[in-house]
């Protein structure tokens, strides 16, 4: 069964100060790694898709990275507006992406 | 171009009552997808839809729920006698083959 664990389960931040979130997996043969961004009330918005061990993605201030066992969402000088819920998800040889519960991310301007 | 839509955006019922809800995927995405997502819980798979191949119907968690999509387009994930654990958030979601889903805003189910 493939599992996904975020950590930490919250953070926040101080505007302009950069960290990372972390996404620990299981799975039977990764075919992608996905983080989604979710605002209160809202469907989650896709960010990124990583597929093999090594492979960086970058949009903004985020940047997404992978290993064999996780995968790090890299926030640098946040801003206010980057306060959301961060999801992760990993589509194994089944059909479904199995998501984590969540980082919920602060930043305080 | 539109985004995956859904109706209704909150729906309230009483316990023991059939709700429907609808989603409508981005044009020509071939796979469908419902969540299911819980206060303080993360997404919870519910069923797939793939072209013409019969959906994964695995993730349903018991037989009071069913979905079925008309046409490769719309989808309806109808829940019989509701019960207050039904009460969640539902998630649609859409791709081209397996790639990157995208969700829809959600339709908030509370069941009193």
């Known amino acids: 069964e493939d599992q996904v664990t975020q950590s930490p389960e919250a953070l926040r931040l101080q505007e302009g100060e950069s960290s990372s979130l972390n996404c620990s997996y299981t799975v039977s043969g990764l075919r992608g790694l996905f983080w989604y961004r979710q605002d209160p009330g809202k469907g989650p918005e896709f960010l990124f898709t990583l597929y093999s061990a090594g492979e960086e993605k970058e949009k903004e201030r985020l940047k997404a990275t992978l290993t064999k066992k996780e995968s790090f969402l890299h926030i640098t000088a946040p801003k206010p507006e980057d306060s959301a819920t961060y999801l992760c998800a990993v589509l194994g040889s089944g059909s479904r992406l199995t998501f984590g519960e969540g980082t919920q991310l602060t930043v305080n301007p | 171009g539109a985004g995956v839509s859904q109706s209704p955006s909150n729906k309230v019922t009483e316990k023991g009552k059939d709700v429907e809800l609808r989603c409508d995927p981005i044009?020509?995405?071939?796979?469908l997808y419902w969540y299911r997502q819980s206060l303080g819980q993360g997404l919870e798979f519910l069923i797939y839809?793939?072209?013409?191949?019969?959906?994964?119907k695995s993730g349903l968690p018991s037989d009071r729920f069913s979905a079925e999509r008309t046409g490769g387009s719309v989808s309806t994930l109808t829940i019989q006698r509701t019960q207050q654990e039904d009460s969640a958030v539902y998630l649609c979601?859409?791709?081209?083959?397996?790639?990157?889903?995208?969700f829809g805003p959600g339709t908030r189910l509370t069941v009193l």
């Open positions: 044009s020509g995405h071939t796979a």
């Open positions: 839809f793939q072209g013409n191949s019969a959906p994964d």
């Open positions: 979601a859409s791709s081209f083959s397996r790639n990157e889903q995208f």
